[in-house]
C-alpha cells in the first residue's frame, strides 16, 4: 500500500466519522458527499441502511454523543478497517468496536460492516491445537 493510498483512506474515514458527530445536516451531508458511495451499504448487527443514508437518528437517540479513534486506518486492495470509541455525552465510553470498509474507484466508502465488543472467545468445543493458549 502506498503511503497516499493510506493518507487517501484516513481522509475518507475521518470525513465519515466527522459526519456522524457533525450536528449541523448541511455540513453533515458534504462530509457524507465527500467521503460516502451514492449507492453505500451500512450495516452493523442492529441496522442496515443503503444509499447516502441520513444519520439524524444517531443523533436523536444519542444526543451528545461522539467518537473516538481507537487504531489507525489499515488499507489494502480497496478494503480498510480501524477501531473506533463512541463515547457519551458525558465523555464516558460507551461502546467499542471496529468497522470493515469497502472503497469504490473514487475512493469514497461504498460498505461499512461495523462490529461491536470485543471479540468472543473461543467455544470449548473447539480442538485445542487451533486455539491460542497464550495468556
Not at 66 to 77: I, K, L, P, Q, R
Not at 89 to 104: N, S
Request: aromatic share 10%; proline share 6%.
Amino acid at each position: 500500500m502506498s503511503e497516499s493510498a493510506n493518507a487517501s483512506a484516513e481522509a475518507t474515514v475521518l470525513a465519515y466519522l466527522r459526519a456522524y458527530v457533525t450536528p449541523d445536516m448541511s455540513e453533515r451531508r458534504a462530509l457524507l458527499d465527500q467521503c460516502w458511495a451514492e449507492d453505500g451499504v451500512y450495516q452493523d448487527p442492529n441496522t442496515r441502511l443503503e444509499g447516502r443514508t441520513n444519520i439524524e437518528s444517531f443523533h436523536q437517540r444519542l444526543p451528545g454523543a461522539t467518537f473516538n479513534m481507537a487504531s489507525g486506518v489499515d488499507e489494502h486492495h480497496g478494503m480498510l478497517r480501524f477501531r473506533w470509541t463512541m463515547l457519551g455525552a458525558d465523555g464516558t465510553a460507551q461502546v467499542e468496536g471496529f468497522d470493515i470498509g469497502e472503497l469504490d474507484a473514487a475512493g469514497r466508502l461504498k460498505r461499512i460492516t461495523g462490529f461491536f465488543g470485543p471479540f468472543p472467545p473461543p467455544p470449548a468445543t473447539w480442538d485445542r491445537q487451533f486455539v491460542d493458549q497464550r495468556e
